[in-house]
């Protein structure tokens, strides 16, 4: 399992809102921010911290994605035809980890990276351990002998919290299509995200 249990708890928390939509999240019973001073009245917010709140939501959303690699993927969106924010998404949704994640091969977007950086995925049958790569559309990606029999992802395949998306063709048990990159609207997110919000703050 993940080593982010308490993190991602927290981001949850200091979010407001169920970010990967955990029937365990402690939103779930409290709705307000963490430590002593999480039920004051809250003021009004500036649009930096609108937008800041956008991106670090987005960015805690796939995990362990550091600042460094969240704005380089923004700067690549930045720099691609069509809207920048589609672009975004569909780059972020291209990484290895996230397509772990969609595919149900883990029960969290953690352990999804924990898989890959483990050695335990195969992208069209070679091994790869990095979580950041992008997989083109047509990539297969399969899961290893030993990932097959293990604890967390045959409980990530039995989770009826989540539906596996359109653009990732399920073939078996262990293997995955990334048929085409999505569009916002396609991505199931269980929580609003405005990635238009996340390209104001980088472009400011």
Not at 179 to 204: A, C, G, I, Q
Request: hydrophobic share 35%.
């Amino acid at each position: 399992m993940s080593k982010r249990q308490s993190a991602k708890h927290k981001l949850d928390r200091r979010m407001g809102e169920n970010i990967w939509g955990r029937p365990k999240s402690p939103v779930n019973k409290r709705d307000y921010g963490p430590g002593q001073h999480g039920q004051r009245r809250k003021g009004k917010v500036s649009d930096y911290g609108i937008q800041l709140k956008a991106k670090q939501k987005l960015k805690g959303y796939y995990g362990e994605v550091t600042e460094k690699q969240f704005k380089r993927s923004y700067t690549d969106a930045a720099a691609m035809k069509g809207d920048t924010s589609q672009n975004l998404i569909g780059l972020l949704e291209r990484r290895l980890d996230a397509i772990v994640y969609r595919a149900k091969f883990a029960p969290t977007v953690f352990a999804a990276r924990q898989l890959v950086s483990h050695g335990h995925i195969r992208v069209n049958g070679v091994k790869c351990n990095i979580a950041s790569r992008r997989c083109a559309p047509g990539d297969e990606i399969t899961l290893g002998t030993k990932a097959q029999e293990m604890a967390l992802v045959m409980e990530a395949q039995s989770l009826a919290e989540r539906d596996i998306p359109e653009y990732v063709a399920i073939d078996g048990t262990a293997k995955a299509t990334f048929t085409r990159v999505p569009t916002l609207d396609e991505v199931p997110y269980p929580v609003k995200m405005e990635p238009n919000l996340v390209v104001e703050f980088y472009s400011r």
